[in-house]
């Protein structure tokens, strides 16, 4: 009862997205950080239901959750941290929330990168205890820069997460 009816207190619209954390929910990554972000600009509203331990009622699911989502194959004590890793995933999407729009569509996981992972990235000073920035990275020629992003973003998947190399749905398929 408790859960019904504080979803239908703050509830906007009656096709509000209810997402349930859950470990037996749809596996969390970024396409469905996608289509989460299309339903939050589309209906205004997303709502977390937090079960702890053993979840929630069964009937309160089949009631107001329209969406069951797991953060990966664990089970935590409650939903708590999985709808903060999801919200974060999602708000980091909007317009305005980053300082450049650019920095979440060529991330880890993104078309750009063929559903792969980034490339390494560096900051100030140019040499740092013996280590220096790539020289590409210097050189102020944008094309090589990106070019040169694109291949290690590669080399690091392949090296790292090999499963991630042309799986299905990616850029590079």
């Known amino acids: 009862q408790p859960v019904v009816e504080a979803v239908e207190s703050c509830r906007v619209n009656d096709d509000a997205t209810v997402i349930l954390t859950t470990p037996q929910g749809e596996t969390f990554d970024e396409a469905l950080t996608l289509e989460l972000l299309d339903e939050l600009r589309d209906k205004g509203e ?9 979840g929630i009622d069964e009937r309160a699911r089949e009631l107001v959750v329209n969406r069951e989502v797991s953060v990966g194959d664990y089970v935590l004590t409650g939903g708590e941290l999985p709808a903060l890793i999801i919200a974060d995933a999602v708000v980091r999407r909007l317009d305005g929330v980053l300082g450049n729009s650019d920095s979440a569509d060529n ?8 559903g ?16 220096q920035v790539p020289e590409v990275l210097l050189s102020g020629h944008h094309a090589k820069i990106e070019k040169w992003r694109g291949e290690q ?9 090999p499963e991630l190399v042309n799986k299905p749905g990616s850029a590079k398929e």
């Open 46 to 54: 997303l709502i977390f239901i937090c079960g702890h331990y053993k």
């Open 116 to 131: 792969g992972l980034d490339c390494q990235w560096y900051t100030k000073p140019p040499e740092y205890r013996g280590l």
């Open 107 to 114: 991330d880890s996981f993104t078309e750009l990168r063929a």
């Open 153 to 161: 973003a590669e080399l690091r998947t392949k090296e790292r997460r």
